[in-house]
């Protein structure tokens, strides 16, 4: 078939009557990027996308019904376009899983960072291809797309192209992005070209002219395009009656559009499979009595990495003091992708959205930095859990016993608000087992993510699992000589030795659970959690306390800012002592 610009204008008005038809049927959706970029979109499936390894994301999610209307035209089986923003159909923002939908997006400026960490991925497992992503002003005015922006420019990503739907109009009117983006764009090391984005001869020859570094391709087109409110607000979907819409379906839709599109999607079904390696299986590593569980992290890890592990491993330049940085990583650096370690820089957001981005294409992703900043990676943890990518966030300085640095870098409710979202694992181990175990089952994963939270301060490796499993999530690891149990004392991560210390000066009736997954504990049979929380039950953890109450009767916590001055005063003076939470659990209960 010979596609030219007549061809292409066809397939593109057949792209706009379908996408149309399913907005208007779900009477919800966005209707000017359709009318707008829908030439851009047809250019890329129809003429430039390889789809045995090339990669398209749509970071300007909010285009969905455009997506399904192109892909389901090239021959991907997405369902039906008349389920769109139906309970059960296709969703209203675009979601992996869905034939031929490479990445989850909607919260603007993910898909540019997901873009780019498909590009990093495609360059170290040697793929070729090219990676391609369209996003809008909206996208270029979050943060985290500016951060992974910077990123690619300093990783030289020449196998990444970025197609600007420049409109200049949002929700609330003119799209406040840079004075100048393309010198912006420049400056962080992108080769810049426009054209116009409704002339397929224009982009075309901005796409594909050779450049250095990646390439940044302003296309100016008009929100809404043939609206009678094109190039405003309302040109997004509102206030446009059914009436004009269902005359532009009629205008744009043509038997010889779809012949096109119908010779062109032969075999393009099931092009993006992948497939996650497992981790090595290594023998539980020794390590000294009194040490960090970071440093046990960074021990299991770094002999991992020495038995083959698969990974790319990196920190948003925090490598050294969470300890993911061993001797036995690589750099990966702009000339040379055959390493296994980044340094993201400060740029824990990006860091997190590029991750998800080589999840997406089957490399497994390792990210870390201290727990505190995880608020700045929230949202790209959450489409983590969203999309089923089994990356793994390694998070230190896990609590008020960081000390010197204050307030502003110990973390309180930041553990409890990763625990509630759905699909996560959340790791908070006090041992070399629990370690391990926590690198074992995140690395095995394919299809959730997983925290491992990990201490600063030296931990005493007293305890042992005396009864039920580690990979229960919880178990006892100090267990009464007395038949009779009054009280369970729950813990986590550095708080389990204070547990273990408050336990044998209560002596008789008292045992000790470590509970290093609150969520695998949580799936346990009745029967077992029963045995391991019998008795008065008291959660010992050095945050907030709130969620503790799904299992205990009484939390020791921290429900406050913490202070600055040395770790282990802070911790006493929070109430992490084993005499006063001895003196504070005998008036309460009556012991004696």
Known sequence: MNIDSKNLHEMSNVVRADALRAVLGAKSGHIGI????????????????????DRFVLSAGHGSAMLYAVLKL???????????????????HPEFGIDGVTATTGPLGQGVANAVGMAIAAKHNKTGGTIYCLCGDGDLME????????????????????????????????????????????????????????????MYDAIVKPAVGPRFVKCDTILGLGLTVSGTPRAHGLGISETEIEQLIDCFDSLQGREFWRILAHGYSGAYAIHYKNPPNITLPDAPRFISTREMSGICLDRMIRHGLSAIIGSADLGSNTKVHTDSVREIT??????????????????????????????RAVGSTFLVFSDYMRGAI???????????????HDSIAVGPDGPTHQPVEQIAGLRLIPNMNVFRPYNMTEVLWSWRVALSETNRPSCIILSRQKISGIGGCVWGYVDAGGYLVYRSKSKHIRITLVATGSEVPLAISVARRLKCGVQVASIPSVAHFRNNSREYKQEILRGHVIAIEAGATSSWFEFADDVIGVDSFGASGAGDDIYREYGFDADEIVMAIKAKIKYV
């Open 334 to 363: 702009a000339d040379n992708f055959s390493g296994n370690y980044i340094n993201y820089g400060v740029r824990e957001h990006a860091m997190a959205a590029i991750m998800n981005g080589m999840a997406y294409v089957g490399v």
């Open 382 to 396: 959450r489409l983590s859990a969203l999309s089923g990518l089994p990356v793994v966030y390694v998070f230190s």
């Open 74 to 92: 090239a021959g991907y089986k997405v369902g039906n376009l008349n389920s769109f923003r139906q309970l059960g159909g296709l969703p209203g």
């Open 34 to 53: 359709i009318l707008g970029a829908a030439d851009i979109i047809t250019l890329v499936y129809a003429v430039l996308l390889n789809p045995t390894r």
């Open 143 to 202: 943060g985290v797309a500016q951060e992974a922006i910077a990123f690619a420019g300093r990783y030289n990503l020449d196998n990444l192209v970025l197609l600007w739907d420049n409109n200049g109009i949002s929700m609330d009117g003119v799209a406040q992005v840079d004075v100048d983006v393309s010198m912006r764009m420049r400056a962080a090391g992108w080769s810049v070209r426009s054209a116009n984005g409704n002339d397929f001869d224009e």
